[in-house]
């Protein structure tokens, strides 16, 4: 799969905050926070977007979470490419060239 092999980096103007296994991303506009566009990430997405750093590929992602969680690859590499797209459509990740 294509999208494996890319690697993304975080829009600078998405702020993330972790709280207990929840993360928070608030998107700033004109140095304001839009609280009701905010976006609460379960634990395994807080992870996602930890490992998301513009120099792992989203294939080196799966493996820690492989690493990290009991669960099927296939699945995991799903959920992972799934979360990835959604990020990207949303503007909160940014693919490197």
């Known amino acids: 799969m ?3 092999k890319k690697r993304f980096e975080k829009d600078s103007n998405l702020v993330a905050r972790k709280v ?3 993360m928070i991303l608030v998107p700033v506009t004109n140095k304001v926070y839009d ?3 905010a976006y609460v990430l379960d634990e395994v997405g807080a992870r996602v977007w930890e490992l998301i750093d513009g120099q792992r590929s989203i294939e ?3 493996n820690v979470l ?3 969680y009991a669960s099927d690859e296939k699945q995991i590499e799903e959920d992972v490419c799934g979360f990835i797209n959604q990020l990207e459509k949303l503007g909160g990740i ?3 060239a």
């Open 20 to 22: 207990i296994d929840e």
């Open 2 to 4: 294509e999208l494996l």
């Open 35 to 37: 609280l009701e566009s």
């Open 66 to 68: 492989l690493d990290e």
């Open 60 to 62: 080196d992602i799966k």
């Open 94 to 96: 940014k693919e490197i």
